[in-house]
């Protein structure tokens, strides 16, 4: 059975730490520009090292990943909308249903919650392309296959997206571009568990490499962006800039923050806070409200561009300690903990998973 890798709930931490930090930033300073462009596709990749890659074969297999999904995405994503909605009317639940970042701003909610239908639709295709290629027999073949998914899960999204914000149902469009990202995850699976065993030097001298180089796609592909009025990437909206740059800064940057994340891993609170990254992401826009109004001075001081969002994001992240607590024991359901998903699986998919020497960590 493949152990649950600590690396990769610190990296989910320090993802959401970073949606915080942009978030809170009134600046497109280089920082933010970076940390914009994998920030969001992140979560994608992790997904794709995690995922157990098992192949579905039966109704009942099918029936049990489908629940699973809908209650640790699609219940919290119901329930957080509710909560930030200012009133619930046909025309709310019109666009919930909808789903996309521009579908929630109509509706009054909190537009962020846009990653988790979008999320729910890249995890499906994600298992459709798993589905697919344990049917494909040798190595050349698996090859070409992945290669064949990802082109094809790339031109989709931009075929798909429409070139306005009013985006595609459950971020339609976005979630091929996810898939993608699920789908390189899945391919550096390797690659971790070989790094996780080299030396802290190594890692760090890698990550701060890494960062550099998304750094560096990132400013390449910047005029490319400031062509829709924007200073990063908003994946939320499906604005890549140049898409194989957007590819290239996202892919990097998120190898650098698994480097990061490794040198941490040890650290419990770490680990333990990244398993609630869902509810972070979904509640920092109400911290904020008591946060930054604190946090104002910090601006005015020299280099306060920078000191302002960081300052911003750790105090959110110590206010989201004692929550977190709180909300693993009241309200599991906000961090997509339904007491569904704490069951057994079947044993037909227990049995499967010993035969392949695999479990599910997502």
């Not at 988790?116 to 890249?122: K, S, V």
């Not at 985006?167 to 571009?177: K, L, V």
């Not at 419990?268 to 826009?285: D, E, Q």
Request: glycine content about 8%; charged content about 15%.
């Amino acid at each position: 059975m493949r152990e649950r890798k600590n690396y990769l709930d610190v990296a989910k931490l320090l993802a959401v730490l970073s949606v915080v930090y942009v978030h809170s930033s009134i600046n497109y300073n280089p920082v933010r520009r970076t940390i914009a462009c994998f920030f969001m596709p992140v979560f994608f990749v992790i997904y794709g090292v995690a995922s157990s890659k098992r192949s579905i074969t039966s109704f009942q297999e099918l029936k049990f990943f489908l629940l699973k999904r809908v209650r640790s995405l699609l219940v919290p994503y119901v329930l957080w909308t509710i909560i930030y909605a200012p009133s619930v009317n046909a025309h709310f639940f019109k666009k919930v249903v909808i789903g996309n970042n521009y579908a929630l701003g109509q509706a009054g909610t909190n537009s962020v919650l846009w990653f988790l239908p979008c999320m729910f639709i890249a995890v499906l295709l994600f298992q459709l392309y798993v589905n697919m290629r344990l049917k494909i027999n040798g190595r050349g073949g698996r090859i070409g296959w992945d290669l064949s998914a990802m082109i094809l899960c790339g031109i989709i999204s931009l075929w798909c997206n429409p070139g306005s914000p009013e985006g595609r149902f459950f971020g339609f469009d976005i979630a091929f571009s996810g898939c993608l990202f699920m789908i390189i995850g899945g391919l550096l699976r390797a690659a971790g568990d070989y790094l996780e065993k080299k030396p802290f030097y190594v890692k760090l001298i890698l990550g701060l490499i890494l960062f550099a180089a998304a750094y560096v796609f990132a400013t390449w592909n910047l005029p490319y962006l400031e062509k829709d009025e924007c200073y990063g990437v908003v994946m939320a909206l499906g604005i890549y800039g140049r898409y194989d740059l957007f590819l290239c800064g996202a892919v990097l940057g998120s190898l650098g923050l698994f480097m990061i994340a490794m040198l941490f891993q040890e650290v419990r609170l770490f680990a333990y806070m990244g398993r609630f990254s869902l509810f972070i992401m979904a509640v920092h826009y109400i911290l904020f409200n008591f946060v930054k109004p604190l946090c104002n001075p910090i601006q005015k001081m020299r280099y306060g561009a920078y000191l302002f969002p960081v300052t911003v994001t750790l105090c959110c992240f110590m206010i989201c300690i004692p929550l977190c607590l709180v909300i693993d024991w009241a309200v599991p359901e906000l961090n997509g903990k339904c007491g569904g998903t704490k069951r057994q699986e079947p044993a037909a998919i227990q049995n499967a998973a010993n035969k392949s020497g695999v479990n599910s960590l997502e």
